[in-house]
């Protein structure tokens, strides 16, 4: 069965601070995906890493996956308040390229001004 | 262009009662994914839909069924409700085909209450 562990599950930072979050699995992925969800809303893709050992960077959020593609790390730097939200990975149950997806318990940020 | 539409966004339920909830996919996507997330589970894939048939199914009770139009919009079902099945119901589209990650556009969910 494959699953991912996200850590830390709560966050709670002050304005201008950097953190990492992480995702990891005993199973390797062909690709992982990063989303947040916003409190009343779905989730919002981020990012989509495909290769092992890529990293892709998406303003102040560098998004890596692992050599082995068995874990990603999200990390933000100087956190803004509107970075607040739910943080999820997430990796294609299978061979990919359908609707299911496994995802992570989920990172809980709240950054405060 | 449209976002995924889920209808209803809240709503209230008894228990032994049954629901219908309805999302429309964007535009040119063919598959719709239906996702149960609670507190204490995270986001649970539920089944997906692809040009009217079922591709993939999670590890839910019969009492879940779904079917998708030949528009692409989907209805999910949950008969005889549980208390235990109080979550926010999440829709997703994705092309389907042609995309190769899989990667979804969710829609803002409808919240089931049971009481």
């Known amino acids: 069965t494959q699953l991912l562990e996200q850590s830390p599950q709560f966050l709670s930072i002050q304005e201008g601070e950097n953190l990492t979050v992480y995702c990891n699995s005993s199973?390797?992925?062909?690709?992982l995906q990063w989303y947040r969800q916003e409190p009343g809303e779905g989730p919002v893709l981020l990012v989509t890493?495909?290769?092992?050992?890529e990293v892709k960077k998406l303003k102040r959020l560098t998004f890596q996956f692992g050599d082995a593609r068995k874990d990603s790390s999200l990390h933000i730097t100087a956190a803004q308040p509107g970075d607040t939200g739910l943080y999820l990975c997430?990796?294609?149950?299978?061979?990919?390229?359908?609707?299911?997806?496994?995802f992570g318990q989920g990172t809980t940020l709240q950054v405060k001004p | 262009k449209a976002g995924v539409t889920q209808t209803p966004r809240y709503l209230i339920k008894t228990r032994g009662q049954q629901v219908t909830l309805s999302c429309s996919p964007i535009?040119?996507?063919?598959?719709v994914s239906w996702y149960q997330q609670t507190p204490g589970q995270g986001l649970q894939f539920l089944f997906e839909?692809?040009?009217?048939?079922?591709?993939n199914k999670g590890n839910f009770p019969g009492r879940f069924s779904g079917r998708q139009f030949s528009n692409s919009r989907s209805e999910m079902n949950v008969s005889t409700l549980e208390l235990g099945d109080s979550a926010l119901y999440l829709c997703?589209?994705?092309?389907?085909?042609?995309?190769?990650?899989?990667?979804?556009?969710f829609g803002e969910g409808s919240r089931l209450t049971v009481l």
């Open positions: 997703a589209s994705s092309k389907g085909q042609g995309a190769p990650y899989g990667e979804l556009f």
């Open positions: 199973s390797v992925f062909s690709s």
């Open positions: 890493v495909v290769t092992g050992g």
């Open positions: 997430a990796g294609p149950s299978g061979s990919g390229n359908t609707g299911k997806l496994i």
């Open positions: 535009s040119g996507h063919r598959s």
């Open positions: 839909y692809f040009s009217e048939t079922q591709r």
